[in-house]
């Protein structure tokens, strides 16, 4: 119960309603104006995606709710976003009742929009499909683990994103800055990235963007560096699989603080500008499996204005520099049909 007083809390505590008030003043003539006010524009532009935290404000989005939906429709639905409350959730005494619902179900998705648009704004870019939120009591029987998922199918050689998930247990759904790091999945999982880049910048925007996360930063990477028996960086063979395992906090940490080192010293637009690259191109959806380290540091390296193949082999990285001939040749190779019976 009291649901009324949380939203309204969630809601003061975490939107930050900005104002842009366009003020066009009649001093404002000639050619040397305009383009003042422009570079001005464009300033305000580069502030807004360089920023050290989320502004977020109020979205435009249409927001549709229904408390109790028929045929396993969503309970909500925006923009971006449809959101379903799970059967464990709907047994609870805060979520039982159709008003409890529709008044959380609308404050969420009026957060969540506003929370997409901030990070479209650093991104620059969005996913084509709408992500469905599911919240739950339990998720997988735990309280503890938050999970982005990003369908996909393969055919005629190209990987196509079907569609995005997110399933958070409550406990999870009410931190902000595990929202942030799911919806950075939402995001950035249309690249099928390496999983510890993937992670390192989930954790990134996380803890640097949102201001939360017990994740360390490892301030000297070769001395905190942690080696497989073949003596290559252990970050390498993490699947996504296996959290909770011994090695899960030193793997969440390390791709962490190298995302974090080279942000630090070839800028806040080296990611951004390292996705608009991979857009270009559109390799990463010619690639049967995961992206190899080599092929994102060939991007990398590129945003950089810098080759970062030392970079990431003194880590122990299994990498080598790549020419685009490579890539291609490498995805053809992948693509030739075995003729041979078996
Ligand atoms: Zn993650």
Known sequence: MNNRNRTLQIKSREIIILLVLSVVSSLIIGCAALQEAQQKREKR??????????????????????????????????????????????????????????????????????????????????????????????????????????????????????????????????????????????????????TWFNEGVAVLMQKEYAKGGMFTKFDNLELHLKKDLNGMNELENWDGHGAGGPLTQWRYAYAYSVVSELREKYGNQLYIKVFELMERDQLHQKLIGAMPTSFLVYYMSQAAGKDLVPFFQNLKFNVRKLEKTDILEYIRQLNVQNTGGH
């Not at 683990?145 to 409550?170: C, D, L, S, W």
């Open 45 to 194: 532009m580069q502030e807004k995606r360089q920023g050290k935290h989320f502004l977020l404000s109020a979205s435009k989005s249409t927001i549709n709710v229904d408390p109790t939906p028929v045929d396993d429709k969503p309970h909500g639905e925006s923009d971006h976003y449809t959101l379903k409350f799970a059967d464990d959730l709907m047994a609870l005494d805060d979520y039982d009742e159709a008003l409890e619902r529709e008044v959380f179900a609308k404050s969420a998705l009026v957060y969540m929009e506003s929370l997409y648009d901030s990070m479209h704004n650093i991104f620059g870019f969005k996913p084509k499909h709408k992500i469905h939120v599911t919240l739950y009591q339990l998720f997988r029987g735990s309280n503890r683990h938050a999970i982005t998922g990003t369908q996909y199918r393969y055919g005629n050689n190209i990987k196509f994103v079907t569609g995005i998930e997110m399933h958070f247990p409550m406990d999870m759904y009410e931190k902000h800055e595990v929202r942030v790091h799911e919806l950075t999945h939402a995001f950035t999982n249309i690249y099928f990235l390496p």
